[in-house]
Every structure is written in C-alpha cells, then in structure tokens.
C-alpha cells in the first residue's frame, strides 16, 4: 500500500522560505515520477513541480520556475520542495502525488497515489 505523507508546512512572512517533505513507503520509490500541487482557497489545484524516477528530470509551472525547486533523496525515500522568495499568492495546501510510471507530467489526474496535504500560508 501506497503511502505519501506531507511535512514542513507552516506560516512564512512573504519574501522567506520553507522545505516541503514528501516521505513516501509501500512501492519501490525510484522507479516512478513524482510531483507537488498546490489548491488555493476556492481554487482547482495546480500543478507545481515533478521529477523523474532518478531525479534526472524536472517541470516546473511557470509561476514557481526560478523559485522553487523539486529534489529527491531515494535513500530515505523522500521528495523535497525548496521555496523561495515565497508570497502570499503561494499560500496553499501542498499534496504530493506519485505516478505509477516514470514520465513526469503537469496533469493532476495522472497520478495514482496523494498525500493527505500540507498547508503553507504566507503572510504580506
């Protein structure tokens, strides 16, 4: 069984910056792509970041390119997101999310596996 478990949410005054975990278990971690979403208050959720299976690969929305950045550690089976230079237009639930094949993709509904979420508010 799947598992994706979110930390490092919290409250960031805007300019600062915060590390998401992503820790995942049930499934050999390496071999499949993973992503970070985001959803607003009374938005959809968009898409924020994936990586590769091996970390050769990233996409990136162009709203967090040059911001953000999408790592992954497969010793301790853990997807990262570093952000930056954070504001309030950042402010949301972060899910992680895992496919079930190694290709990276900006579409929510291609990925099989998700997190229960982790909140990231970003005061003005």
């Known amino acids: 069984q799947v598992q994706l478990v979110e930390s490092g949410g919290g409250l960031v005054q805007a300019g600062g910056s915060l590390r998401l975990s992503c820790a995942a278990s049930g499934r050999t971690f390496s071999r499949y792509a993973m992503a970070w979403f985001r959803q607003a208050p009374g938005k959809e959720r968009e898409f924020v970041a994936a990586?590769?299976?091996?970390?050769?690969?990233?996409l990136y929305a162009d709203s967090v390119r040059g911001r953000f950045t999408i790592s992954r550690d497969s010793s301790k089976n853990t997807v990262y997101l570093q952000m930056g230079s954070l504001s309030p237009e950042d402010t949301a639930v972060y899910y992680c999310?895992?496919?079930?094949?190694?290709?990276?993709?900006?579409?929510?509904?291609?990925?099989?596996?998700w997190g229960q979420g982790t909140q990231v508010t970003v005061s003005a």
């Open positions: 990586i590769s299976g091996g970390g050769g690969r990233t």
């Open positions: 999310a895992s496919r079930n094949v190694d290709y990276t993709t900006p579409y929510a509904s291609r990925y099989d596996y």
